[in-house]
Structures are given as structure tokens and as C-alpha cells.
């Protein structure tokens, strides 16, 4: 058990890579989204595909696992959690907090 515990944690670090990647991009989308519907004759309908939300969350997995790139996701998961804890709701709403690195 002991000796599959770090790969089960790199792998939930990952998977949580890929999560953080598909919020983004929701986000994102549903900003397009909104000045679409702020002035539909402006701005061209954005479309939600699946694919982009899967390009999104590989690269917010890859982010997450490189080692380079490992100490920036884990200050911004630090940073969430404390957003969490303290009931900050105003900060979940900029695109700072969505962001992967």
C-alpha cells in the first residue's frame, strides 16, 4: 500500500491538473458568453466544444505534473484553499482565481 501511495497522489495531482483545466475553460466560455449576450450584433456566438475542453484540461494536467511547473499550481491550489476556508466569494469570481498557473 505504502509503495503505491506516491503514485496514487501524482496521479490525483494530475487529475486534479485536468479539473482545474476544464474549469478554466468554462470560465472563459461563459464570459465570451456573456458579452455575446450583452451585444449579440458585436461579438460572433461562442461555441462549446468538447474538444477544446479536453485540449484544456491536458494541458492544466501536464502543468500540474511537470516538475518545473509544479511549485506555481500549488501556491494557486494554496490560495484557493484559503479563498475556500474564508468564504471569499467575490474572489471566485475574477479570472485570477480560475487560471491555472
Not at 461555441?47 to 509544479?70: Q, R
Amino acid at each position: 500500500m505504502y509503495q503505491r501511495l506516491p503514485k496514487i497522489l501524482y496521479g490525483s495531482w494530475g487529475l486534479l491538473g485536468f479539473y482545474r483545466g476544464v474549469q478554466y475553460y468554462n470560465f472563459h466560455h461563459d464570459e465570451e458568453m456573456q458579452k455575446y449576450l450583452k451585444q449579440p450584433k458585436i461579438y460572433e456566438k461562442p461555441e462549446d466544444f468538447y474538444t477544446n475542453k479536453i485540449g484544456s484540461g491536458a494541458l492544466g494536467t501536464v502543468v500540474y505534473i511537470f516538475p518545473f511547473f509544479c511549485v506555481f499550481p500549488a501556491i494557486k491550489e494554496i490560495k484557493r484553499l484559503e479563498i475556500n476556508l474564508r468564504g471569499l466569494e467575490e474572489e471566485k469570481k475574477k479570472p485570477e482565481y480560475y487560471r491555472v498557473f
